[in-house]
């Protein structure tokens, strides 16, 4: 399948620095062309930016990692992002895997329609009863996936949506489940390309009301002690 904007292969006489970003990549973008064009530096610091956002390793794995991002991309409708199922499969991540992170960023979608009725026909369907149907489609969304990293991602999926209550849902048992502070940052930040900073900002607001509520919920504002 084509990609307009994509370019898997650059010629040999490029510039040093877009052939940089294709080799750390292995593709160049539309945007990096007219980058190099009209502001080189900033491709420069926009290709180191990349480089920490996520190709270098952090607190996931590159299974987790892809994982959140194929949900990540489902939940925005971001088609272009084919690179991250390709880079799924060289982290050993199979098509089922694949199909399970899917599976999770439609389960998450779920939630508008519980919440619906929790608030006009509450009498009938309250969260209370809508809430455990929730989590029986969630847990069969994520098949065999890791239950820390099947939580991280349904936070992710749910703060790209603004579900900033199902956000809330998912995060103490991601800590439960054993996922650290450092996971949910760097899962969180993913949405920095899809989905922008002001989405980020509500996002880590929603994690922060989620603490002060429940202490068990770690802090986004804390790095945790090193062992």
Known sequence: MSVPGLHPEIATDSPDLLRQVHGRRGYALSYHRMFLAHAPALLEAYDAYYQELTLRPRSLTDQAKETVWI????????????????????????????ADALAVGAAVETWPVIAFGDTYWRDWTPMATGLPRYLAMFEASRGPMRPEVAEITAIVCHAARRTHDGMKVHLPRAFSAGASAGMVAEALSFLLLP?????????VQAWAEAHAADPAVLSPYEAEASS
């Open 71 to 98: 949900a990540l991309q489902a939940a925005t409708r971001e088609h272009h992002g084919m690179i991250h199922l390709k880079r799924a499969e060289a982290a050993g991540l199979d098509r089922a895997a694949i």
């Open 195 to 203: 989905a922008g900073g002001p989405c980020l900002i509500d996002a």
